[in-house]
Structures are given as C-alpha cells and as structure tokens.
C-alpha cells in the first residue's frame, strides 16, 4: 500500500481518485470549507441530501454519496468524528480505518482521505496513524475461506490531504523536515501494523495447526528474516534446566513443548536489557480440571501473549530498537489425559520453589513462573515484562478492552501505561496487595497455585511476583483485549493483536 502526502495543494474535485474521504466534526457541516467548495462542484445538492440521510457528523456515522462525474472522485465518503472537543490525536487511526472500509466495500484502489486540521508537530504520528489505520481495517483471516466471501482488498494508493489550503501537518508543504516526518512515521506505521497483523495471524489460526512445534517454526522464520538469535528447548533440555512447571502442564498433551528465545542485540551498545515474555499455551482445555464447550471455544487464544511479542520483536528489530530484547515463549498445550498434571500435586520450579497445585485450569501462570525463572538466571535482564491472556477474572474487573496492569515497581510500569496510552490500546494499574498474599499459603509447599475467586485476578499476580526477586517486572493481564466480537474501528473480528503497538511505543523512541 502506498501513502502520499501531497507537496502541493490540489483541488478537491479534480482529485482522481476511486474514492474521497472527509472527516467531519459534528455541529460543524456548514462552516467546513472542503465541504462547502464539493458541494458547489456537486451544484448545491449536499444539504438535502445530508438531511435526508441524518448526517450531522457523529461519530457512528457515515455516508456514501456517488457523484456521476460530476467531480473527478466516483465516490464521496462522508466520515463522522463526532464532537472537536473530544477529538484525540490516535482518533486518525480509526477514522481512516472506517474510512478504508467503506472504500473497501465497493472494491476501491485508490483513497483521497481529507484530515482535520492538524498541528505541524504532529506529522510523523499523523502519517503513522493513518498508515496503521488503512493497512489493519484491510486485514483479514481469510486462510479457510473459499468462493465469493474471500476478497481481499484491492486498494494500493493512499493520498492524504489537508483540511483546507495550507492546513499546517499531514497537509501538502515543501517544508523538507514534514516530508521527513512523514516518511518515518508510514514506515514506523508499516512496521506496527505488520507485527500486529502477525499476532493476528498467529492468535486465529486453529490448535491443530498452530502447535508448539509450529510456533517454534515460526520464530526460526522470523529470526532468519530479521537476523536474530533463537534457542528452543524441548523437554529433555527444560528438565535438565528443572522446568518441571512448565513440563507438568505440558505432560497431558500427545503434542511436545516447545521453550522459545529470540533475541535482538542493537547495533550499538544496548541502552538497556528488555526480557517480553509472553504466554503462549497454544490450546487450554484447563487439563483435568476441565472447562465447558462455551469455555474451550476460544482457548486457541491463550497463546495471544505469544502472539503479542512475536509480532513486537519483528516490527523492533526491523525499526531498529536501542535495547537488547529478549522473547520468551514457554510454549505448550494444556491437556486431560492419563498422564496430566493432578490437583494436590506439588511441583518444583525452575528456581526451586515448590507449589502445590489446586486448579489445572490455572496452568498459565506455572508457564510464566519458569519463564521468569529462566530469563533471571540466563539473561539477567533490566526490566522484564509478561503479557498473558491469564484470568476471567481481569476482564470482569476491567471489561473486554482493558488490560490489567501489576508490577513490583512502580517507576517500571508507568512509562508502559503512558505507552499504550499513546499506543491508543487500554490499560490500567492494579495493585498487589500483600494481604492477599495470605490465599496462596499452603500446607505442603512453598506457595499454593490459586487463591479463592476473591480478587483472581491479584493473586494470579501475586503468584508471579513470587518468581521474578528483585528485577523490576511487569504484569499484563489482557485476557479481555486479546480478541474483539465484533469488527470496530481499525480491529477486525477474532484476534486484535494487542500488545503489539504498546510495546513498540514503550521501547522505541521517537526522532
């Protein structure tokens, strides 16, 4: 797909393209000069139109209008951004993603998308936005589909145009330094949106394709693309290592784990040492303790941590990182069968801490548990942080959007919430507080895997907390915003592949 920002100002009606779209503030139709200069080209015909269809400029509108020749453009997309007031700088992602998918429905090549006015500091976020916002409304996961439902789309051009002559950013200017701007900001835009569309893939495709074993081959890809380093593990070398967490979840499943570790080492001296460590349990039926149907649909989905930091590590090393990252993907099925973990089981991790098992449906943090284990004693990292698909419980705490944020430190964690803020993905910070402490006591070993339904989502981390020491950690439930019900903005149906962006906007630093 190709963006342009334009050098120089060019009518609207002589734009040749299959498509035009305005983004439109609501309450303010009538004082909108492009607006205002398309509707004397269409010989006045736009209010009684705009009244006919209700169009006033919300933000859950939109509307077509074919223009017969009468402007070079065959279409006019009318895009609602509701109220100036609320309008937030990451709103352009998913205001050219509706407008990118109206396009799309009538099989468009080529896109003018006309911004609001913007301020010329905003130029290389604008074109990344944008870019984002076009290149992810266009995903879809159409592998298994056959016939007329599988059209992909055609669309190649993007061209951005200012708001009114002269508007100062995403807007036509000779200015050297925007057109630099802008040039960064689309590939920055490429590289979030491919390594989210990665996550994508990984997290819809089914268990029976995405194993263990294939998702090792899918990091030995990335890492011959991308010149990283890789280590996988099987089980003879994660018992050597006493992974026996790790193992036990992974004993039930006829399908072998599969420990991953890409790693990517800046071309300077590393500014710091980053370990993402993502879950990556690739189907969980909760092992003997056993889930529902309904519970098991979209257990495919556990592995969106994996997914999360698979697609990040793709996107930092082609964008240049200045740290030295590490991913780690304990990856594993959680089965029932004769040979699963059992309820009273006590098992000994990596670090030698024992636990004693109380729920094999909790399966995700013991994973996590010999992961962390493993990055302290071989990477001995700066900062590590996990990204976990890891209880219901979060997303009744939060909602289907929001990702729970827990951390030994706070000066770790607040750098990241600001991230994804900027990254326009949600998340919020959640305590670890000690008195829960007390539901993971046990009788028999060190730590007991579950506390009571009471604050799950706390003792999850809790848990974890007990395997990380002194190094400065992070905790990212998003069992919630792994997956979207519905189409939205730039986020298709399944799989969002969140994470991706954050964890972009957290490690690299903008020019």
């Not at 870019?131 to 993007?158: H, I, M, N």
């Not at 200012?162 to 950013?169: D, K, R």
């Not at 099925?333 to 098992?357: C, F, H, Q, W």
């Not at 590590?384 to 890891?390: R, V």
């Amino acid at each position: 797909m190709q963006f342009t920002f334009p050098t120089e100002t060019q009518e609207l009606a002589t734009l040749r393209v299959d498509a035009c779209a305005l983004i439109l503030f609501e309450g303010e139709l009538s004082d909108n000069p492009v607006l205002r200069a398309l509707d004397q080209a269409l010989s006045g015909i736009l209010p009684g139109l705009l009244e006919d269809e209700q169009f006033t400029g919300k933000k859950t509108q939109s509307f077509t209008l074919h223009t017969h020749g009468k402007v070079a453009a065959g279409r006019v997309l009318l895009v609602g951004a509701g109220k100036r007031k609320d309008f937030q700088l990451n709103d352009v992602r998913s205001l050219t993603a509706r407008a990118v998918r109206m396009a799309n429905a009538s099989r468009t090549r080529s896109i003018g998308i006309v911004l609001p006015e913007l301020e010329p500091q905003h130029a290389e976020r604008v074109a990344q936005l944008v870019t984002e916002g076009a290149v992810l409304s266009c995903y879809q996961f159409d592998k298994y589909w056959t016939g007329e439902r599988k059209k992909p789309s055609v669309l190649s051009d993007v061209i951005v145009l200012p708001a009114v002559p002269g508007a100062p950013a995403g807007s036509p200017s000779s200015d050297p330094a925007i057109k630099a701007a802008q040039v960064r900001g689309v590939a920055r835009g490429q590289a979030v949106a491919q390594g989210t569309m990665l996550a994508r893939d990984l997290v819809n495709e089914g268990a029976n394709e995405m194993t263990p074993r294939h998702l090792a081959e899918v990091a030995g890809k990335l890492a011959k693309e991308r010149g990283l380093e890789l280590t996988v593990l099987g089980p003879s070398e994660c018992r050597e290592l006493g992974m026996r967490l790790f193992l036990a979840v992974a004993q039930g499943s006829n399908e072998e784990p599969r420990f991953i570790h890409l790693t990517y080492r800046p071309s300077g001296t590393p500014r710091r040492k980053v370990v993402l460590i993502g879950k990556s349990v690739t189907f969980d039926s909760g092992g003997l303790s056993i889930k529902t149907s309904d519970g098991m649909l979209d257990m495919k989905m556990d592995m969106g941590g994996g997914g999360a930091v698979l697609g990040a590590m793709s996107a930092l090393s082609q964008l240049g990182c200045p740290d030295e990252v590490h991913v780690i993907c304990a990856a594993t099925e959680n089965m029932p069968s004769g040979t699963a973990y059992k309820l009273g089981d006590v098992l000994r991790s990596m670090n030698g801490k024992t636990v004693e098992i109380n729920n094999t449906d909790a399966e995700g943090r013991l994973t996590l548990a010999d992961a962390l284990s493993y990055a302290q004693e071989k990477i001995k990292p700066d900062l590590m942080i996990d990204f976990a698909t890891l209880t219901g419980a979060c997303e009744v705490a939060l909602g289907p959007h929001c990702a729970g944020v827990m951390t030994n430190t706070q000066d770790a964690s607040t750098p990241l919430l600001d991230a994804a803020r900027a990254a326009g993905e949600e998340m919020w910070p959640l305590p670890l507080p000690e008195r829960l402490s007390e539901a993971l006591k046990s009788d028999i070993a060190d730590v007991k895997q579950c506390g009571d339904r009471k604050g799950g989502c706390l003792t999850a981390g809790l848990f974890l907390k007990e395997f990380v020491g002194e190094t400065p950690w992070i905790h990212v439930d998003m069992a919630g915003p792994v997956k979207a019900t519905s189409e939205s903005g730039h986020h298709s149906k399944g799989a969002t592949g969140f994470g991706v962006a954050s964890i972009i906007e957290f490690l690299l630093p903008r020019s």
